[in-house]
């Protein structure tokens, strides 16, 4: 499909592009990497005409999720060390050189390309499953009985989440991310403190990855949200669509959607454009109309 074709199609004011992927693929021009399909450049253009912003979307973080891959491959000084010694596919941020680079991709992105905003993902430490968080010399190896150790890396991710917010800043464009829908278990969990990166004003919106085929668990974790975010900072739940732990009909992303605004967030977010039937696209568009006509 044409991008034009997409973007005449999105019934919503916000598109979240992929930039870089969780193996750490890039798909946009850096330095001497040039992407086989340019299709950011082509979005930013087509999305101009219908005042719909463009975000940047990265996969921070993770590259390569059990394996290093990517940079990560080269560079597996940087990678986060489970509690067997083995190095994983996910980047360790209490490195600065390795902070330095994700800064680097952000900074050539802004650069290049005229998007509104940079959009962060997998922006913490892996899943317990894979690691019980990161073993490496900088980091510690006390083990998250330990309060110091997991705040230790909390403040890891914290330093990229402030690092990010001043360079982004520089260009007067917006931050955001996608975080984990259960908190504060997610600062024991991954190291994701998102509640205090809103509290300070770091992000102009935030996505809480609300993807649950329950209702009970969607309402119970909006009302959450909504409780946790101040004035001035847009919250958009997350809804997925098509997640690896959701699969919604179309009523029932609907359904959602409007739990999700009646508990009172700004906007949803779905996960993803990919999945998306014609009926979803439909539906949404009349659920766009009508929070319009409420507003
Ligand atoms: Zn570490």
Redesign the pocket.
């Known amino acids: 499909m044409e991008v034009a074709d997409i973007v005449a199609q999105v019934p919503m004011t916000k598109l979240v592009v992929l930039v870089k992927d969780g193996n750490g693929k890039l798909f946009f021009k850096y330095g001497r990497h040039k992407p086989e399909y340019d299709y950011l450049r082509d979005l930013i253009e087509a999305a101009k005409d219908r005042s719909l912003e463009v975000h940047a979307w990265f996969v921070v973080l993770r590259e390569g999720g059990e394996v290093p891959r990517g940079w990560l491959a080269e560079n597996t000084r940087y990678a986060?060390?489970d509690e067997r010694g083995k190095p994983v596919g996910w980047i360790?941020p209490?490195?600065e050189e390795a902070r330095k680079r994700v800064l680097n991709l952000f900074r050539s992105l802004l650069d290049e390309y005229e998007v509104d905003g940079i959009h962060l993902d997998y922006i913490r430490y892996p899943e317990p499953v894979m690691a019980k968080g990161?073993?490496?010399d900088?980091?510690g190896k006390e083990g998250y009985l330990n309060e110091e150790w997991v705040m230790r890396?909390v403040s890891?991710v914290d330093t990229l989440v402030e690092e990010t917010y001043e360079l982004v800043k520089e260009y007067g464009v917006e931050l955001s991310a996608a975080v984990f829908p259960d908190y504060p278990e997610c600062i024991i969990g991954v190291r994701q403190d998102w509640g205090k990166w809103v509290d300070q004003g770091l992000l102009d919106w935030v996505a809480p990855m609300n993807y649950t085929n329950i209702m009970s668990v969607f309402n119970v974790r909006s009302m959450i949200h909504v409780s946790m975010i101040p004035e001035g900072i847009l919250l958009l739940e997350g809804i997925g669509k098509k997640s690896s732990v959701s699969s919604l009909s179309p009523e029932k992303m609907i359904r959602q959607a409007e739990a999700a605004v009646k508990a009172g967030a700004d906007g949803v977010v779905v996960f993803s454009y990919g999945s998306l039937t014609e009926k979803d696209l439909k539906l949404l568009r009349i659920f766009r109309a009508r929070c319009r006509f409420s507003s």
């Open positions: 986060v060390v360790c209490s490195h990161c073993f490496c900088q980091c890396g890891h």
